[in-house]
């Protein structure tokens, strides 16, 4: 890697919780200057403009999202157990880039007003989407889960509840909503599979897997 590849980096890495916090507007090119130690004419060596930069800032704090609470992780332990572990992840893992989650704050700050940044969230929803498709899909597949159940109606559901708990729980100042939202869908994925697995390991795995609540210091920190 280039020194100048080094130095675009830098300099995304360090813009991306910028842009997470305060959002396209909210951000300027001197908050970049400021957190980078560059001068303007050093960014713009770098990006074309602003809007390149914040795109860029963006697409790297998903992939840290995406890292951290293993939504794009390979599927271990079958269908169900992955699903649940996608859900518990997210609830449980705090967003590894300042600010929260950068999906949901990208999708409201751009809006209508950024194209490129609201086109960059709606992929990287549909990217999540598609994993969890795949993931019931898969499900079905391996009779793990019911062939009548739509795998999309599912995914749109995950991540409504997910999303939606996640701004209660940051207008209130409180985990509570995501970990309402936890338990309705660990309910709702249970439900999935067949009479016959609900009965038996299934149960078991659940009762054996249980994830701990989160202490103080856990919730503050996922805010």
């Known amino acids: 890697m280039s020194k100048g590849d080094v130095t675009r980096d830098r300099i995304v890495s360090e813009a991306a919780p910028i842009f997470n916090q305060r959002g396209y507007r909210g951000c300027s090119i001197q908050d970049v200057m400021k957190a980078t130690g560059l001068q303007k004419g050093g960014i713009y060596r770098h990006f074309s403009s602003k809007e390149e930069l914040a795109a860029e800032a963006f697409q790297y704090s998903w ?4 890292e951290v609470r293993s939504i794009g992780g390979p599927v271990e332990g079958g269908a169900i157990a992955a699903l649940l572990d996608r859900v518990h992840q997210f609830v449980r893992v705090p967003s590894p880039v300042v600010g929260g989650c950068p999906l949901m704050n990208t999708a409201v700050d751009a809006d209508d007003t950024n194209p490129l940044l609201r086109s960059l969230a709606t992929h990287a929803i549909q990217e999540w989407r598609a994993r969890l498709v795949g ?21 749109n559901a995950i991540i409504a509840m997910l999303e939606g708990a996640l701004m209660i729980s940051r207008l209130e100042g409180t985990k509570q909503a995501v970990l309402d939202a936890e338990t309705t869908l660990t309910a709702m994925i249970l439900s ?3 009479t016959k697995l609900i009965d038996g390991p299934l149960r078991r795995r659940k009762a054996k897997t249980k994830p701990s609540l989160p202490n103080r210091a856990d919730v503050r920190a996922a805010k």
């Open 192 to 194: 999935l599979a067949p």
């Open 135 to 155: 993931i019931v899909e898969q499900g079905i597949v391996e009779g793990e889960i019911r062939a009548e159940v739509q795998a999309s109606r599912i995914a």
């Open 63 to 66: 992939r840290k999202v995406l």
